[in-house]
């Protein structure tokens, strides 16, 4: 396995630990090494103490204090680190001559994975080189030759395009994996499990019975040490494209014929087509886009994104977006989806609520003094994950009062076990080959097609720029009215508990 990008905060904070976990739970065969390629100079022996003490800080076992010092000897033992350019022609021939002495060394037979985690403008130079040096083959079996990339996977749909193009010129399509480390999550592959094996869920997840559906992915970090980068993204390229649009997918899709990777991504390319184009006209009906002003987040200050260190003075980036999307197909027909994400907010918190229409209320609307609540359906994708099912209870007592009760389920506590870190699940199907939680080519594209619009919306817009909001809070005042003129309110807009309902009997 080599890592492009070995000196920088990703390989550190998550790569190196998974792959230490992985060889902690026998995932990964002894006929295994690791090679770091970075532009920094450095020798083998600095850049294992780099990995150990990655691992050390970083790892779910270390977090626990059970860290098993035999595996990762072994890990440091197999480790090496190559000092290369990436749009170096000759250093990627010299990378070829190191891991072919590794093949004779620990039995790898030529097998690779290449991970590129590096700024997106190497993504392109370091493909063209590996196929260039004879690192990768179309279509090769025996042995293999796999590529993952991280995101961005492009900037809008024409660099996607482009960069699918370069990417299949050196690889065929099944030796690409397109990570987007949200599909690793446990609670997001439970969707499916969910959806598709329970008799209570499957013949009600449609337009009929679902009023709409909700996601929210908030952080509680504002963009100020990363507003260089932040600046030239915004929370739409960033977190609407990939993140958020993986999580719809996964509830809007239709049955797949196969649990197979080709199964499962035809149906949630076939939601991207699906998606109601927000015409540029009517961008701001169906769009709202925030920037954060001065404020404090969870002790954390700021003077505002504006003022951040990077930021263009007349930047329109936003760090707040909210859309309201259609999905226009027989399933969801006139069901809105409303999604929403965030720099600088109250919680961090990864979550989808399924709003279910209210029963009909004859039986109680003529005795209770306020309507009866909708039965919502919560998926906790982070930091807790676990599910949570809505219903309304009657409170003990001679009267009828009525009080909306939760019933939950928590993979920690269900099954007694922590779940993997994300990364680690991607990284052993990428070892073994299942794409089927990467990312297609075409579903890349078929998101930014989503996209696009919007972001030229936004651009030929006479309204005002991104509107301000306080960090802190659920972002701008029109994110409310986005989904209040509708008569619905987000799930997350108050943490008062829910009043008691009072019934005459």
């Not at 559906?213 to 915004?234: F, L």
């Not at 200050?301 to 859309?323: I, R, W």
């Not at 993997?420 to 297609?440: C, H, K, N, T, W």
Request: contains cysteine.
């Amino acid at each position: 396995m080599v890592i492009f990008g070995a000196s920088g905060d990703l390989a550190k904070l998550k790569l190196f630990p998974a792959l230490y976990e992985l060889m902690r739970e026998k995932l990964v065969s002894d006929d295994f090494a690791l090679v770091g390629y970075a532009r920094t100079k450095m020798s083998d022996d600095e850049f294992r103490t780099i990995v150990r003490e990655s691992v050390t800080k970083n790892s779910r076992s270390a977090k626990k204090e059970k860290l098993d010092e035999a595996v990762l000897k072994k890990l440091i033992e197999r480790t090496s680190y190559h000092a290369g350019q990436y749009d170096g022609g000759e250093d990627f021939s010299k990378l070829k001559s190191h891991l072919e002495t590794l093949d004779s060394k620990f039995k790898t037979k030529g097998n690779r994975l290449f991970y590129i985690s590096t700024p997106p403008e190497a993504f392109e130079p370091i493909v063209k080189n590996l196929g260039k040096a004879g690192l990768t083959k179309r279509h090769a079996e025996e042995p293999w030759q796999r590529v993952i990339v991280e995101k961005p996977f492009g900037t809008d749909l024409k660099t996607a395009r482009h960069l699918n193009e370069v990417m299949i010129e050196q690889l065929g399509e099944e030796q690409i994996f397109r990570i987007d480390h949200y599909l690793g999550k446990e609670t997001v592959q439970n969707l499916m499990v969910l959806r598709f094996a329970n008799a209570i869920f499957e013949p009600i997840w449609n337009h009929k019975y679902i009023d709409h559906v909700q996601i929210t992915v908030s952080e509680t970090v504002n963009a100020d040490d990363r507003a260089g980068y932040y600046d030239k993204s915004g929370a739409l390229r960033d977190m609407v494209q990939n993140h958020i649009f993986q999580l719809m997918a996964l509830v809007a899709m239709e049955p797949p014929a196969l649990l197979d990777a080709r199964s499962i991504r035809d149906e949630k390319t076939k939601v991207y087509k699906s998606i109601r184009p927000i015409r540029s006209e009517l961008v701001d009906k169906f769009a709202v886009r925030g920037q954060y002003g001065a404020g404090e987040v969870k002790g954390k200050a700021t003077q505002g994104y504006m003022k951040a260190k990077g930021v263009d003075p007349k930047s329109k980036t936003e760090t707040f977006a909210a859309l309201k999307l259609y999905i226009d197909n027989w399933r969801w027909s006139g069901t809105p989806f409303y999604i929403r994400t965030g720099k600088a907010m109250p919680a961090k918190m990864s979550e989808i609520t399924v709003r279910f229409f209210a029963p009909p209320l004859t039986l109680f609307q003529k005795q209770c003094e306020t309507p009866i609540y909708p039965n919502d359906l919560v998926i906790k994708v982070a930091p807790e994950e676990g599910i949570s099912w809505r219903i309304n209870g009657k409170v003990p007592g001679g009267s009828m009062n009525i009080k909306p009760v939760q019933l939950d389920f928590s993979y920690s506590t269900t099954f007694k076990k922590e779940a993997p870190e994300a990364y680690e699940r991607l990284i052993f199907d990428a070892i073994v080959g299942d794409q089927s939680l990467f990312i297609r080519g075409d579903e890349a594209e078929a998101a930014w097609s989503v996209i696009d619009p919007i972001e030229e919306g936004w651009r030929a817009s006479t309204s005002a720029p991104p509107d301000e909001y306080r960090p802190g809070t659920w972002g701008p005042e029109r994110a409310s009215t986005l989904i209040e003129i509708d008569g619905r309110r987000w799930a997350q807009s108050t943490d008062e508990e829910p009043p008691v309902i009072a019934c005459a009997i």
